[in-house]
């Protein structure tokens, strides 16, 4: 062997285990103090931080209950917001976070995914609403902060943007076809290009008359009713004056609401064709997830599901059988954007886009995170839009904004969200909840 031969022999093996002359400086600790001057900012790594207390803060300024939970760390100013809101059963989830205070202090803010394995099985029994929501409310705050960290909005540390803004979809309603279709034109005057469309409200609701039990002084007054026949017939006809008063531009999506039985909800979806919805929301409840194998053999109407699962593995199988074609999930209830990644890129490799539960129930935090998934994903669908009363945009200075039929986020680091804390005291949650709805007889139907 000559040699330049031993010599590019060294340098092979050298190259083959990863070692040049810093590498095998530094795993002897011998890197001369001039090599480690050079090193650039980046590569220095980020001093660390502790997490020092995780609270929630619980405020009602648009009428829904809304948590947020606010993560302080040991670096003075730097704290995270993470929407922790589960409306209907808020005040369970105040001790719920408590419980992560104790959990996180003293941990670091950056290990974001061994925090969200950790805290999840730290309750050994898990996976229901109201762990999840608080878990929702440390994890996204956790991504509030690295986006602090780094000085970038959080879609840039999620591979940076997509698209300049994110189509949204409004809800019109109305009594009857005509008032929906006249809803429906004036969301396309503002700009809107997808709109849900309800008659009466989910069910048909508010046009179903007075009910046999309240007539017979059965259950509550106060409590819902639908007649599931007369909604069943009334959804094609909704699609058919809206089709012709707004065109065949406009794409309409409509919510079932899980509300009345399987094969019906079958039926009614092949019988809404032709009017070729964008897609039909909920047809079943999660009870009735085998229904689906039917549903996709009857029709290829596109289908959303996924707002009510508690877990991210509750997709798995539906997406890999291709049942649905829209992720509906609701980003708290599953725990945050972390978990909600994992099911969009999973999407990806399925052809099933994103489409994130964004009621007036999640906070401007909350819609926040899910925006900036939005401005992200390859796969994303179409999100539902949130408009914010001007109580909820005062307390929450930064929330996301429409226009024409877009949403955007500001460019602060983080999820550019604030919350007035003073302000937030004025509006106290409270413990009503009204998702009883009932058949004629007083049959209790899943809402
Ligand atoms: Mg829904």
Known sequence: ?????????????????????????????????????????????????????????GTRPGGSNLIVVKVETTEPGLYGLGCATFTQRAFAVLPAVEYLNEFCAGKDVDNIEDMWQSAYVSSYWRNGPVLNNALSGLDQALWDIKGKRAGMPVYQLLGGKVRFAIPCYGHANGKTPEEVATDVQSFMDRGYKYIRI???????????????????????????????GTYLKSVPKMFEAVRKACGEEVELLHDIHERVAPIDAINMIKNLEEYHPFFIEDPFSPENMEWFKELRASTAVPIAMGELFNNI????????????????????????????????????????????????????????????????????????????????????????????????VNEAPGFGVEIDEKLAAK??????????VRKDDGTIIRP
């Not at 031993?6 to 890197?31: E, H």
């Not at 509006?427 to 009883?436: A, D, I, L, Q, V």
């Open 198 to 228: 309800q008659q009466g409200g989910y069910g048909g609701a508010g046009i179903s008359g007075t009910p046999d039990f309240k007539k017979a002084g059965f259950a509550q007054e106060t409590d819902g009713y639908m007649s599931q």
């Open 313 to 408: 593995n509750e997709f798995k199988l539906p997406m890999v059988n291709h049942w649905f074609d829209f992720i509906r999930i609701h980003v708290s209830q599953i725990g945050g954007l972390t978990p909600a990644m994992k099911v969009a890129r999973l999407g990806e490799f399925f052809g099933i886009a994103t489409a994130w539960h964004g009621p007036g129930d999640v906070s401007p935090v909350g819609h926040a995170a899910q925006a900036h998934m939005d401005l992200a994903l390859w796969n994303f669908g179409i999100q539902e839009a949130a408009l914010f009363p001007d109580e909820v945009k005062e307390v929450f200075p930064g929330a996301p904004t429409m226009n024409n039929g877009y949403m955007s």
């Open 1 to 57: 062997m000559t040699e330049n031969q031993k010599k590019w022999n060294r340098r092979d093996s050298m190259k083959m285990l990863g070692l040049g002359s810093a590498g095998m400086l530094g795993l002897f600790g011998g890197v001369s103090s001039a090599v480690a001057q050079e090193k650039p900012a980046y590569a220095k790594g980020m001093a660390p931080i502790k997490i020092k207390s995780v609270k929630a803060i």
């Open 427 to 436: 509006y106290p949650m409270t413990t009503k909840s009204s998702w009883t």
